[in-house]
């Protein structure tokens, strides 16, 4: 089974161009899984709530219903980024679209970074993991990194590969998601963006090394820091599954929860 994350320069507030961008990887590229950025159909930096509105979507719009028809086409996996409104809220939510509809759902971001508390509700869905042609597939968003919970919380219930779709500004997290990986024996998947956001003189730099980490902590393939790019791996998810490292030790088994906060 192959995985590609799509490292891009999403465009502010351009939905259309966007999701050609989105589109187009979709078609070319001929993987099972493909996992694009955090807020991949608007760009990142709103502390506007108005202005988010205007290209915030359902999550039954058009949009979404364009990539269910390439994904149930294509037979692949899509997980890509969006600004969800729901009853005049606005989530910040990942779209994971399922060749079989039935299968498909939102994640809303659990734990807000920086100013998108300004224009996000805290997500209210929680961490799930789907199962679909033998992969089960759980999705964090960006910053729920810094919380090991998450992670941790998508493993416990079955995790094979964990998706996190990103805007990252920071350099700190490589190798807290390469330790994700290895202490949930679970593969990870970061799709971070590249490119420059401003907001009243305020800038984030966004800066690529989107990364599929192996289920030991090792990079099965990495990107640059400035480039727009594909990078590819294969994946087993079964291998996962058996959670022992040694004869006598098993990573899940070993936990003493009563002894945790
Ligand atoms: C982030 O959560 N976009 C850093």
């Keep these: 089974m192959h995985l590609s994350v799509i490292q891009f320069e999403t465009l502010y507030n351009d939905k259309a161009k966007n999701l050609k961008k989105i589109s187009d990887y979709i078609n070319d590229i001929n993987s099972e899984i493909l996992v694009f950025p955090e807020l ?58 399922f060749p079989n509809p039935e299968l498909s759902t939102t994640y809303r971001k659990t734990h807000l970074f920086y100013k998108e508390r300004f224009v996000f509700e805290e997500g209210d869905t929680g961490f799930t993991v789907i199962e679909y042609n033998g992969l089960r597939l759980g999705t964090m968003i960006c910053y729920d990194w810094r919380f090991p919970e998450a992670a941790r919380s998508l493993a416990l219930d079955g995790a094979d590969l964990i998706v996190c779709p990103s805007n990252l500004v920071t350099g700190v997290w490589q190798n807290v998601m390469s330790s994700r990986a290895l202490e949930n024996k679970v593969y990870m998947a970061v799709a971070n963006k590249i490119g420059i956001e401003s907001n009243n003189g305020d800038i984030l730099e966004f800066n690529g090394e989107s990364a599929i980490y192996s289920y030991d902590g090792s990079y099965l393939a990495k990107a640059s820091n400035n480039c727009e790019e594909v990078i590819t791996a294969e994946i087993y998810p079964k291998k996962t599954r058996d959670k022992s490292f040694n004869e006598i030790n098993d990573i899940f088994k070993d936990r003493r929860p009563q002894f945790y906060k």
């Design 40 to 97: 991949a159909t608007s760009g990142y930096y709103y502390t506007d709530r108005k202005v988010l509105k205007t290209i915030a979507e359902e999550s039954d719009s058009s949009t979404i219903k364009h990539l269910q028809k390439l994904s149930t086409s294509l037979n692949k996996i899509i997980v890509f980024g969006f600004p969800e409104l729901f009853e005049n809220r606005i989530y910040n939510s990942a779209a994971i679209i």
